[in-house]
């Protein structure tokens, strides 16, 4: 299919160097599905015949460098761009083999993937990818779009998250794809065509089973979006959070729940208004804030006292994202814009708190904080001088269009969702 989608010039240049060099190559999975809903890429992933070290041998050891285990892939970096360059894979003809894992000793299902370093073909890779809609692949130099499975393209227009082959197999093979199709109906108000979400509710269980790594990877990347209140809320209607997140499961519903997702909702707002620069330590600071005012015992909106509030927060961000595990520097800069909060309360800004590096955003979750709580925003916006050198790396993700303000409705609970 002949289109012309507006692909960044350094990808584009990746590409067109694999091309010259001899090798098959496309910008592949996400970006182009973002592009057909008219929405910006936060990158643009590339597919290839190269192996990672004839994709290191084009672009250099300098630029290209090869990471992965399970799934061995290569980062080349361009122009001050980062771009993840992968082989074609086939589907794994042996997977699990029932082996044990080192923790407990049971069975891994049968098939698990442990290894995912197959090399195949171009329509191999598309039909082992785990959606149609993420298969999708494009040659921006050719400008031609290809729907290998012939059902991305119409899955898109529909807003389905379909599985490519058999949905319970595909999440036998890799648990962590589940979170993956739930964060595209949190995201982009998608829906589970049926096999898919049955399949989907009788395969919660294998989250357990998926890798630790990788599952504290995506928690971040879902608080690195604007999207992180939409994705728990998708997780918890259809039962998945209680297997990835159990504390949040079981404190939803609750005040502190609710103060929580409101939080992350007026987070998620300004960034995508261009207020503030992305960060995932502010957005686990919102989520853990309510948690630290009710364990204190204190009202939303209230002042947070000095004396016990540095146990507090430990407490809580030890606590509420287990089983998973944050990168240790994310957990201690949310700890510290918590704890910041008690200074903001009492009114004061003392030197060392506005030079030091966790100002900008402790001073957001107040203003945060001002606005859920209805107060006026802008006036703690001037009342706290934002440093200029702070105020110069604002990310204003130029070209995302800002989502509405509105009172969400509730979402049904997981029993009224057909299963």
Request: hydrophobic share 35%; aromatic share 8%.
């Amino acid at each position: 299919m002949k289109i012309k989608l507006p692909i960044s010039s350094t990808a584009r240049y990746v590409v067109s160097t694999l091309q010259e060099a001899g090798f098959e190559a496309y910008i592949v999975g996400g970006a182009i599905r973002d592009l057909l809903l008219e929405r910006p890429p936060k990158d643009f992933d590339i597919g290839c015949s190269a192996t990672p070290e004839e994709v290191r041998q084009v672009f250099g050891r300098r630029n290209a460098r090869i990471i992965g285990k399970r799934f061995r892939l290569t980062h080349v970096t361009w122009k001050g761009e980062l771009f993840e360059v992968s082989t074609f894979r086939k589907a794994p003809v042996e997977a699990g083999h029932n082996e044990r894992t080192l923790a407990n000793e049971e069975e891994l299902p049968e098939n698990l993937i442990v290894s995912d370093n197959s090399w195949g073909t171009a329509v191999e890779d598309a039909w082992r990818r785990d959606f149609t809609v993420n298969a999708l692949f494009y040659d921006p130099v050719r400008e031609e779009l290809y729907d290998h499975t012939g059902m991305g393209l119409e899955d898109i227009k529909s807003k389905t998250v379909r599985a490519i082959g058999e949905p319970a197999l595909r999440f036998e093979e890799d648990p962590v794809r589940m979170l993956r199709a739930l964060k595209l109906v949190g995201q982009f108000d998608f829906t589970l065509d049926s096999k898919t979400e049955n399949a989907l509710f009788a395969s919660l269980e294998l989250l357990k089973h998926a890798s630790s790594s990788r599952l504290a990877l995506e928690l971040e990347k879902i608080f690195g979006s604007s999207y992180a209140d939409r994705h728990l809320r998708a997780f918890h209607d259809y039962g998945l959070l209680e297997y990835f997140l159990p504390e949040l499961y079981k404190a939803w519903g609750t005040p502190p729940m609710e103060r929580a997702l409101a939080l992350l909702y007026e987070r998620n707002c300004r960034l995508d208004e261009g207020r503030y620069r992305n960060s995932v330590s502010l957005a686990m600071a919102c989520t853990a804030l309510p948690f630290v005012e009710e364990l204190l015992n204190v009202a939303p909106g209230e002042p947070i006292p000095a004396k016990k509030s540095g146990s507090a927060i430990n407490q809580v961000l030890e606590k509420i994202f287990l089983p998973q595990h944050m990168m240790i520097r994310l957990t201690l800069s949310a700890e510290r814009v918590l704890a910041q909060q008690v200074i903001f309360d009492k009114g004061q800004c003392p030197r060392e708190l506005y030079t030091s590096r966790s100002y900008p955003n402790s001073r957001e979750l107040k203003i945060i904080r001002t606005a859920v709580d209805g107060g006026d925003p802008e006036k703690t916006d001037r009342e706290w001088p934002l440093p200029q050198t702070a105020k110069s790396k604002e990310d204003h993700r130029p070209g995302k269009k800002p989502r509405r303000r509105k009172n969400r409705k509730p979402k049904q609970e997981q029993s009224d969702i057909q299963q």
